[in-house]
Protein backbone atom coordinates (compact mmCIF):
# COMPACT_ATOMS: atom_id res chain seq x y z
CA UNK A 1 0.00 0.00 0.00
CA UNK A 2 1.55 3.54 -0.82
CA UNK A 3 1.49 5.91 2.04
CA UNK A 4 1.79 9.82 2.02
CA UNK A 5 1.39 12.52 5.09
CA UNK A 6 -2.18 13.52 4.93
CA UNK A 7 -2.12 16.60 7.50
CA UNK A 8 -5.96 16.48 7.49
CA UNK A 9 -6.13 13.20 7.37
CA UNK A 10 -7.59 13.02 11.35
CA UNK A 11 -8.38 16.46 11.59
CA UNK A 12 -11.59 16.74 13.81
CA UNK A 13 -10.64 13.56 15.47
CA UNK A 14 -9.92 13.96 19.47
CA UNK A 15 -6.69 11.74 20.95
CA UNK A 16 -5.38 11.19 24.48
CA UNK A 17 -2.03 9.84 24.33
CA UNK A 18 -0.97 9.07 28.33
CA UNK A 19 2.57 8.61 29.12
CA UNK A 20 3.41 10.98 26.12
CA UNK A 21 6.56 13.04 27.72
CA UNK A 22 8.97 11.00 26.17
CA UNK A 23 9.89 8.18 24.00
CA UNK A 24 7.04 6.19 22.30
CA UNK A 25 4.55 8.57 23.86
CA UNK A 26 5.47 11.54 22.28
CA UNK A 27 6.29 9.83 19.18
CA UNK A 28 2.77 8.37 18.97
CA UNK A 29 1.61 12.00 19.76
CA UNK A 30 3.77 13.61 17.36
CA UNK A 31 2.60 11.75 14.42
CA UNK A 32 -1.12 11.75 15.70
CA UNK A 33 -0.82 15.67 15.20
CA UNK A 34 1.42 15.58 11.83
CA UNK A 35 -2.14 14.51 10.91
CA UNK A 36 -4.03 17.30 12.18
CA UNK A 37 -5.70 15.38 15.30
CA UNK A 38 -6.46 17.25 18.95
CA UNK A 39 -3.94 15.18 21.05
CA UNK A 40 -4.56 16.05 24.91
CA UNK A 41 -0.51 14.29 26.47
CA UNK A 42 -0.54 13.95 29.64
CA UNK A 43 2.47 12.85 32.08
CA UNK A 44 4.04 13.47 35.12
CA UNK A 45 6.97 15.92 34.06
CA UNK A 46 6.40 19.17 33.14
CA UNK A 47 8.23 22.67 33.02
CA UNK A 48 7.32 23.09 37.20
CA UNK A 49 7.88 19.86 37.88
CA UNK A 50 9.98 16.33 37.19
CA UNK A 51 8.92 12.85 37.48
CA UNK A 52 11.47 10.05 39.39
CA UNK A 53 13.32 10.17 36.26
CA UNK A 54 14.66 13.66 36.69
CA UNK A 55 14.91 14.08 32.80
CA UNK A 56 14.10 17.40 30.94
CA UNK A 57 11.91 16.67 28.59
CA UNK A 58 7.99 17.70 29.73
CA UNK A 59 4.37 17.13 28.31
CA UNK A 60 4.35 21.01 27.35
CA UNK A 61 6.95 20.59 24.82
CA UNK A 62 5.45 17.39 23.28
CA UNK A 63 2.20 19.33 23.37
CA UNK A 64 3.85 22.27 21.37
CA UNK A 65 5.49 19.63 18.79
CA UNK A 66 2.11 18.33 18.19
CA UNK A 67 0.92 21.85 17.64
CA UNK A 68 3.84 22.65 15.31
CA UNK A 69 3.45 19.75 13.35
CA UNK A 70 -0.02 20.95 12.23
CA UNK A 71 -2.25 19.56 15.00
CA UNK A 72 -3.69 21.08 17.92
CA UNK A 73 -1.41 19.91 21.25
CA UNK A 74 -2.77 19.96 24.70
CA UNK A 75 -0.69 18.95 27.84
CA UNK A 76 -2.62 17.92 31.10
CA UNK A 77 -0.01 16.84 34.04
CA UNK A 78 -1.14 14.14 35.98
CA UNK A 79 -0.52 10.70 37.29
CA UNK A 80 -1.99 7.95 36.13
CA UNK A 81 -1.87 5.84 39.32
CA UNK A 82 -4.14 8.23 40.67
CA UNK A 83 -7.79 7.49 40.40
CA UNK A 84 -8.68 10.85 40.81
CA UNK A 85 -6.93 12.33 38.61
CA UNK A 86 -7.46 10.39 36.16
CA UNK A 87 -11.56 11.10 36.80
CA UNK A 88 -10.93 14.68 36.68
CA UNK A 89 -9.45 14.07 33.24
CA UNK A 90 -12.32 12.20 31.92
CA UNK A 91 -14.38 15.39 33.13
CA UNK A 92 -12.61 17.69 31.37
CA UNK A 93 -12.69 15.63 28.43
CA UNK A 94 -16.15 15.30 28.46
CA UNK A 95 -16.79 18.83 28.78
CA UNK A 96 -14.71 19.95 26.32
CA UNK A 97 -14.80 17.55 23.85
CA UNK A 98 -17.42 15.44 25.00
CA UNK A 99 -15.48 12.18 23.67
CA UNK A 100 -12.52 10.71 22.26
CA UNK A 101 -11.98 9.01 19.20
CA UNK A 102 -8.71 7.63 20.11
CA UNK A 103 -7.31 6.71 23.51
CA UNK A 104 -3.30 5.59 23.77
CA UNK A 105 -1.90 4.09 26.47
CA UNK A 106 1.46 4.62 27.00
CA UNK A 107 1.87 4.42 30.25
CA UNK A 108 5.30 3.51 31.64
CA UNK A 109 7.75 5.16 33.70
CA UNK A 110 9.45 2.01 34.85
CA UNK A 111 12.80 2.73 33.08
CA UNK A 112 15.17 3.27 36.06
CA UNK A 113 13.63 0.37 37.99
CA UNK A 114 14.35 -1.91 35.18
CA UNK A 115 17.36 -1.65 35.20
CA UNK A 116 20.39 -1.75 32.71
CA UNK A 117 21.71 -5.24 31.38
CA UNK A 118 23.89 -5.88 34.86
CA UNK A 119 20.59 -5.85 36.32
CA UNK A 120 18.82 -8.42 34.25
CA UNK A 121 18.23 -11.99 34.58
CA UNK A 122 18.07 -11.27 38.81
CA UNK A 123 16.11 -14.24 40.05
CA UNK A 124 12.64 -12.87 41.44
CA UNK A 125 14.01 -14.14 45.01
CA UNK A 126 17.01 -11.76 44.16
CA UNK A 127 14.87 -8.82 42.55
CA UNK A 128 14.33 -6.18 45.00
CA UNK A 129 10.60 -7.09 45.82
CA UNK A 130 9.73 -3.01 46.18
CA UNK A 131 10.78 -2.21 42.80
CA UNK A 132 9.51 -5.42 41.14
CA UNK A 133 5.78 -4.16 42.15
CA UNK A 134 6.57 -0.40 41.83
CA UNK A 135 7.24 -1.96 38.16
CA UNK A 136 4.07 -3.69 37.78
CA UNK A 137 1.89 -0.81 39.35
CA UNK A 138 3.50 1.65 36.85
CA UNK A 139 3.21 -0.47 33.59
CA UNK A 140 -0.32 -2.18 33.95
CA UNK A 141 -2.11 -0.33 37.14
CA UNK A 142 -2.09 2.92 35.28
CA UNK A 143 -3.16 1.08 31.97
CA UNK A 144 -6.57 -0.64 33.60
CA UNK A 145 -6.82 2.64 35.96
CA UNK A 146 -6.93 4.78 32.22
CA UNK A 147 -8.89 2.61 30.52
CA UNK A 148 -11.50 2.70 33.61
CA UNK A 149 -12.28 5.93 33.38
CA UNK A 150 -11.64 6.91 29.44
CA UNK A 151 -13.16 4.11 28.01
CA UNK A 152 -16.59 5.50 28.33
CA UNK A 153 -15.58 8.80 26.52
CA UNK A 154 -14.40 6.16 23.67
CA UNK A 155 -17.36 3.91 23.67
CA UNK A 156 -20.23 6.40 23.12
CA UNK A 157 -19.77 6.52 19.41
CA UNK A 158 -18.56 3.51 16.62
CA UNK A 159 -15.36 3.61 15.46
CA UNK A 160 -13.15 3.85 18.91
CA UNK A 161 -9.67 2.94 18.84
CA UNK A 162 -7.52 1.89 22.10
CA UNK A 163 -4.01 1.65 21.89
CA UNK A 164 -1.81 -0.54 24.46
CA UNK A 165 1.92 0.09 24.17
CA UNK A 166 4.48 -2.29 25.04
CA UNK A 167 8.00 -4.00 24.39
CA UNK A 168 7.19 -7.12 22.18
CA UNK A 169 4.75 -8.88 20.55
CA UNK A 170 2.53 -11.58 22.00
CA UNK A 171 4.25 -14.20 19.67
CA UNK A 172 7.91 -12.80 20.67
CA UNK A 173 7.25 -13.06 24.44
CA UNK A 174 5.23 -16.08 24.69
CA UNK A 175 8.53 -17.62 24.20
CA UNK A 176 11.03 -15.41 25.08
CA UNK A 177 12.15 -14.32 29.13
CA UNK A 178 12.55 -10.39 28.80
CA UNK A 179 14.65 -9.58 31.57
CA UNK A 180 12.81 -10.45 34.92
CA UNK A 181 9.81 -12.06 35.87
CA UNK A 182 8.31 -8.20 36.74
CA UNK A 183 9.26 -6.99 33.68
CA UNK A 184 8.19 -9.69 31.56
CA UNK A 185 5.34 -10.00 33.56
CA UNK A 186 4.23 -6.26 32.67
CA UNK A 187 5.15 -6.44 28.75
CA UNK A 188 2.84 -9.56 28.78
CA UNK A 189 -0.11 -8.27 30.88
CA UNK A 190 -0.07 -5.42 28.59
CA UNK A 191 -0.73 -7.63 25.18
CA UNK A 192 -3.17 -9.29 27.17
CA UNK A 193 -4.99 -5.94 28.00
CA UNK A 194 -5.60 -5.35 24.05
CA UNK A 195 -6.92 -9.17 23.58
CA UNK A 196 -9.35 -8.76 26.83
CA UNK A 197 -10.37 -4.85 26.44
CA UNK A 198 -10.78 -5.90 22.42
CA UNK A 199 -13.05 -8.22 23.17
CA UNK A 200 -15.02 -5.56 25.70
CA UNK A 201 -15.03 -2.73 23.03
CA UNK A 202 -16.00 -5.13 19.81
CA UNK A 203 -19.61 -4.81 20.85
CA UNK A 204 -19.52 -1.30 20.75
CA UNK A 205 -17.68 -0.65 17.57
CA UNK A 206 -14.26 -0.45 18.93
CA UNK A 207 -10.81 -1.74 18.32
CA UNK A 208 -7.75 -2.67 20.47
CA UNK A 209 -4.55 -2.85 19.53
CA UNK A 210 -1.06 -3.69 21.41
CA UNK A 211 1.89 -2.64 19.53
CA UNK A 212 5.80 -2.99 20.51
CA UNK A 213 7.63 -0.49 18.74
CA UNK A 214 11.15 -1.89 17.11
CA UNK A 215 14.62 -0.78 19.06
CA UNK A 216 13.75 2.78 19.51
CA UNK A 217 15.84 5.43 19.50
CA UNK A 218 14.33 7.16 22.77
CA UNK A 219 15.93 10.32 24.09
CA UNK A 220 17.47 7.97 26.92
CA UNK A 221 18.77 5.63 24.53
CA UNK A 222 20.61 8.26 22.14
CA UNK A 223 21.63 9.31 25.50
CA UNK A 224 23.26 6.46 26.25
CA UNK A 225 25.24 5.93 23.61
CA UNK A 226 26.16 8.79 23.38
CA UNK A 227 24.36 10.55 19.80
CA UNK A 228 21.88 12.08 18.68
CA UNK A 229 18.97 11.66 16.04
CA UNK A 230 21.62 13.29 13.47
CA UNK A 231 24.66 11.04 14.42
CA UNK A 232 23.05 8.27 15.99
CA UNK A 233 24.99 5.55 13.41
CA UNK A 234 27.95 6.80 15.06
CA UNK A 235 27.33 4.24 17.89
CA UNK A 236 27.63 1.83 15.11
CA UNK A 237 31.26 2.65 14.43
CA UNK A 238 34.33 1.09 15.56
CA UNK A 239 35.86 2.26 19.04
CA UNK A 240 38.51 4.40 17.48
CA UNK A 241 35.68 6.25 15.05
CA UNK A 242 33.12 7.06 17.83
CA UNK A 243 33.31 9.48 20.84
CA UNK A 244 30.38 7.30 22.91
CA UNK A 245 29.70 3.76 23.66
CA UNK A 246 29.33 1.38 20.72
CA UNK A 247 25.85 0.18 20.52
CA UNK A 248 25.26 -3.61 19.36
CA UNK A 249 24.93 -4.50 15.37
CA UNK A 250 20.88 -4.67 15.55
CA UNK A 251 21.18 -1.14 16.45
CA UNK A 252 21.52 -0.57 12.96
CA UNK A 253 17.64 -1.62 12.42
CA UNK A 254 16.43 1.04 15.14
CA UNK A 255 13.73 3.59 14.32
CA UNK A 256 12.48 6.71 15.68
CA UNK A 257 9.68 7.74 18.05
CA UNK A 258 7.71 9.10 15.11
CA UNK A 259 7.79 5.34 13.18
CA UNK A 260 5.35 3.70 16.04
CA UNK A 261 3.50 7.27 16.38
CA UNK A 262 2.59 6.48 12.39
CA UNK A 263 1.72 3.09 13.20
CA UNK A 264 -0.57 4.25 15.46
CA UNK A 265 -1.81 6.87 12.58
CA UNK A 266 -2.07 4.07 10.01
CA UNK A 267 -4.61 2.60 12.57
CA UNK A 268 -6.79 5.16 13.17
CA UNK A 269 -6.93 6.37 9.48
CA UNK A 270 -7.92 3.01 8.74
CA UNK A 271 -12.06 2.62 8.47
CA UNK A 272 -11.52 -1.35 8.27
CA UNK A 273 -9.21 -1.87 11.40
CA UNK A 274 -11.39 -3.77 13.07
CA UNK A 275 -9.32 -6.33 11.30
CA UNK A 276 -6.89 -5.74 13.77
CA UNK A 277 -9.06 -6.03 17.21
CA UNK A 278 -7.04 -7.81 20.08
CA UNK A 279 -4.48 -8.45 17.73
CA UNK A 280 -0.35 -7.92 18.90
CA UNK A 281 1.55 -5.81 16.32
CA UNK A 282 4.75 -4.54 15.44
CA UNK A 283 5.64 -1.05 13.82
CA UNK A 284 7.36 -2.85 11.27
CA UNK A 285 4.48 -5.14 10.46
CA UNK A 286 2.14 -2.23 10.14
CA UNK A 287 4.60 -0.76 8.22
CA UNK A 288 4.68 -3.49 5.80
CA UNK A 289 0.60 -3.39 5.80
CA UNK A 290 -0.03 0.76 5.27
CA UNK A 291 3.16 1.71 3.62
CA UNK A 292 4.24 4.20 5.85
CA UNK A 293 7.92 5.22 6.33
CA UNK A 294 10.14 6.54 9.19
CA UNK A 295 11.41 10.28 8.85
CA UNK A 296 14.33 9.01 7.30
CA UNK A 297 12.18 7.08 4.60
CA UNK A 298 13.19 3.73 5.94
CA UNK A 299 11.42 0.96 7.08
CA UNK A 300 13.00 -1.08 10.30
CA UNK A 301 11.82 -4.06 11.28
CA UNK A 302 14.01 -5.72 14.33
CA UNK A 303 11.34 -8.24 15.01
CA UNK A 304 11.32 -9.71 12.08
CA UNK A 305 15.13 -10.12 11.66
CA UNK A 306 15.45 -11.29 15.30
CA UNK A 307 12.91 -13.91 14.21
CA UNK A 308 13.75 -14.41 10.46
CA UNK A 309 17.45 -14.24 10.52
CA UNK A 310 19.23 -14.38 14.64
CA UNK A 311 17.14 -17.33 15.64
CA UNK A 312 16.83 -19.36 12.58
CA UNK A 313 20.69 -18.98 12.68
CA UNK A 314 20.53 -17.72 9.00
CA UNK A 315 23.34 -14.75 7.81
CA UNK A 316 21.32 -11.64 6.88
CA UNK A 317 21.69 -7.56 5.80
CA UNK A 318 20.54 -5.62 7.84
CA UNK A 319 19.55 -3.26 4.95
CA UNK A 320 16.98 -5.81 4.13
CA UNK A 321 15.15 -5.41 6.97
CA UNK A 322 15.12 -1.39 6.78
Given at each position: M???L??????G?????????????R????????A??????????????R???DR??????????????????V????D?L???Q??K?????R????????????????E??????????TP??????????????????T???????????L???????L???T?????????H?????????????VN???FS?????????G????????W??S??????????????????K????R???????????????????????????D???????????????????????D?????????R?L??????G?????????
Amino acid sequence: MNWSLNPNALRGRVAVVAGATRGAGRGIAAALGEAGATVICTGRSTRGSRSEYDRPETIEETAELVTSLGGTGVAVAMDHLDPLQVEKLAERIRKDYGHIDILVNDIWGAEILKGGPADWNTPIWAHDLAKGLRILQLAVDTHLITSHFLLPLLINQPDGLLVEVTDGTKDYNDTHYRISVYYDLAKTAVNRLAFSQGHELAQHGGTAVAITPGWMRSEIMLEHFGVTEENWRDSLKEAGERTGPGAPPDFALSETPRFVGRAVTALACDPKRSRWNQRSVSSGELAREYGFEDVDGSRPDVWRFLTEIREAGHEGRYEDYR
